[in-house]
């Protein structure tokens, strides 16, 4: 067997390996379109709902592909953000926004879910003492999955749900760089 024959099975092997792992990225994320699909069915702005939710599906396809610390980010940071979609969702439905916005539950809605998901992401990675990518892949998962709900108040919600997601981290990277200096 001659080297360019070696050369040619190792290419044909690498690619099967890389076709199997986008594979079971891919049967991983999709639960997500089901949210997806259920929460554009639900809410008063689908196509909002739709656009987060591609972009979660995407990073969550790549973060599954990708493996390591991304990987154990993919479960806790769609579950996290869960809490503030289904909030949103739910005091959108408890009233109906005006054409001027909102202001009576949905935005608050969205900062106290998103106060729970960041608490959620921060519980989860202090416990298993994750690093930074860990951190960053559930946060923005987190996000993206929390800004399929919360978009029904455009950018106002998107915005209390970023408020809300670091206000609940605060606590746990505090206590966290405390543990680190020793103090």
Not at 39 to 48: F, Y
Not at 65 to 79: F, M
Not at 165 to 177: D, E, I, K, N, Q
Request: aromatic share 6%.
């Amino acid at each position: 067997m001659g080297s360019t024959d070696l050369a040619h099975i190792e290419r044909r092997a690498r690619v099967r390996y890389e076709l199997a792992r986008t594979r079971r990225a891919l049967v991983g994320i999709s639960p997500l379109l089901i949210v997806v699909a259920v929460g554009a069915c639900v809410t008063h702005r689908p196509s909002s709902t739709l656009w987060f939710g591609l972009a979660a599906l995407v990073a969550g396809a790549l973060m599954l592909w990708y493996g390591r610390d991304a990987q154990r980010a993919v479960l806790p940071g769609i579950a996290a953000g869960m809490v503030p979609m289904v909030l949103a969702i739910c005091a959108n439905h408890m009233h109906m926004c005006g054409p001027d916005g909102c202001g009576t539950l949905c935005v608050q809605a969205c900062m106290l879910g998103g106060a729970i998901a960041g608490l959620a992401v921060a519980g989860v990675g202090n416990q298993r003492r994750a690093g930074v990518w860990f951190w960053l892949s559930a946060s923005g998962l987190a996000l993206l999955t929390g800004a399929m709900g919360c978009s029904c108040v455009e950018y106002t919600g998107i915005f209390g749900l970023g408020v809300g997601f670091a206000a609940g981290m605060v606590p746990a990277l505090m206590g966290r760089a405390l543990r680190k200096n020793g103090t």
